[in-house]
């Protein structure tokens, strides 16, 4: 079992910066593709960016790209997603999510679907207002 935990969500003006952050517990978090999906009210969960196993090349919604930064840190267990340059459609509760990943040559996939998932966090709220 793995176990997430997000934080650092908040109300940010456009064009600020914000750090989520998860927490993850259970397993070493280098055993897992690692992602970040937000849902805005009355839409679907989406995907925002991911992380293979084997860290190497992230992925990011066509939205985020070159605004969002995702990376992990091992020592700490803990998976983050940068985000700078902050719009109003940004504004969504944020979800990490896991996968457990065993086989080598699934090692380098990032995942990006909803479905492909089996740990997620209870979510962070961002708000961007001006």
């Known amino acids: 079992q793995v176990q997430l935990v997000e934080s650092g969500g908040g109300l940010v003006q456009p064009g600020d910066s914000l750090r989520v952050a998860c927490a993850v517990s259970?397993?070493?978090?280098?055993?897992?593709?690692m992602a970040w999906f937000r849902q805005a009210p009355g839409k679907a969960r989406e995907f925002v960016a991911g992380?293979?196993?084997?860290?190497?090349?992230?992925d990011y919604a066509a939205s985020v790209k070159g605004r969002f930064t995702i990376s992990r840190d091992n020592a700490k267990g803990t998976v983050y997603l940068q985000m700078n340059s902050l719009k109003v459609e940004d504004t969504a509760v944020y979800y990490c999510?896991?996968?457990?990943?065993?086989?080598?040559?699934?090692?380098?996939?990032?995942?990006?679907?909803?479905?492909?998932?089996?740990?997620w966090g209870q979510g962070t709220r961002v708000t961007v207002s001006s």
């Open positions: 992380m293979s196993r084997s860290a190497t090349i992230p």
């Open positions: 259970g397993r070493p978090v280098s055993d897992n593709a």
């Open positions: 999510a896991a996968k457990t990943v065993t086989g080598l040559p699934d090692i380098i996939k990032v995942y990006e679907a909803v479905d492909d998932y089996d740990y």
